[in-house]
């Protein structure tokens, strides 16, 4: 008897679940996004994103955070250089394709959301969970 797969889920987000008196389109929407692997996998998975984290920066315990590769900063700085940069998503790209994984992304747009609701409706970080 075959035991059925079991899998973990990787979640990050983007945005937060304030509105306030921002009205900045890039305060707008809050999103989840989850990625799931089969256990099975999980360890060569990390192994092939550490690879290429020793490759561009040194080191294994780099946190890949959008902006701060945009921008360049901190151990981003060498992706400055746009070859080193074109390099690093090409690679990166090709291991996401490569993984066998499933990517699902909530999305809300806070203003609609809180105008269509009562204060008393889950937090739109715990709806996209």
Not at 16 to 35: E, H, K
Not at 63 to 88: K, Y
Not at 107 to 118: A, F, G, L, T, W
Request: hydrophobic share 35%; net charge neutral; charged share 20%.
């Amino acid at each position: 008897m075959n035991p059925r797969p079991r899998y973990r889920m990787y979640i990050d987000e983007a945005g937060n679940s304030y509105v306030g008196r921002n009205d900045q389109p890039s305060n707008r929407y809050l999103s989840l996004t989850g990625v799931i692997i089969e256990l099975a996998q999980v360890s060569a998975i990390q192994r092939e994103m550490d690879a290429l984290k020793i490759k561009h920066f040194d080191s294994a315990n780099v946190v890949l955070h959008r902006n701060e590769i945009e921008i360049h900063r901190g151990v981003f700085n060498a992706l400055s250089d746009s070859q080193l940069m074109q390099a690093f998503g090409q690679e990166l790209e090709s291991l996401l394709r490569a993984w066998p994984c499933t990517v699902i992304t909530a999305c809300i747009d806070k203003p609609s959301y809180y105008q269509r609701h009562s204060s008393k409706t889950p937090e739109p970080f715990h709806l996209c969970i």
